[in-house]
C-alpha cells in the first residue's frame, strides 16, 4: 500500500529569458549570468491543504512567500516576515528542503 504525501513539491525551472536560449551550447553560461545579476526567478516550494510556501532560491538574498490559503485563496497576503507564522514557515522550509532532496536523488 502507498502512503499519501502531506505535501505537494513544486519546482519552477523556467527562465523567460533563457527560453529562446535553452537548445543553444551557451545555456548554462547564460543561466549563470543570470544567477550573477539576479534575474533568476526560478524556484521551489510545497504546498498543503491550507499553506503555500515558495522560495526564489537562485535571488541572492533568497525571495521567500508563505500563504494561508484558507484565509487567503488569492495569494495576495505574504506572511513570511510576520512573527505569528515563524514555525509554519520553519516547518515548510524544512519539507521543501527534504522533498527537493528526495527529487534530486
Do not use: H
Not at 498543503?48 to 510556501?53: E, I, L, V
Not at 537562485?58 to 490559503?69: F, G, K, T
Amino acid at each position: 500500500m502507498s502512503q499519501w504525501r502531506d505535501a505537494v513539491f513544486m519546482e519552477n525551472l523556467f527562465i523567460s529569458s533563457m527560453y529562446g536560449a535553452r537548445n543553444k551550447p551557451n545555456a548554462d553560461e547564460l543561466n549563470a549570468k543570470m544567477i550573477s545579476e539576479n534575474k533568476s526567478y526560478r524556484s521551489r516550494g510545497v504546498c498543503t491543504g491550507r499553506w503555500k510556501y515558495f522560495i526564489y532560491n537562485e535571488q541572492n538574498p533568497a525571495v521567500e512567500e508563505l500563504y494561508d490559503l484558507e484565509k487567503d485563496p488569492q495569494e495576495q497576503n505574504n506572511l513570511v516576515d510576520n512573527p505569528e507564522y515563524a514555525e509554519v514557515l520553519g516547518k515548510l522550509r524544512k519539507r521543501t528542503e527534504e522533498l527537493y532532496l528526495e527529487a534530486v536523488q
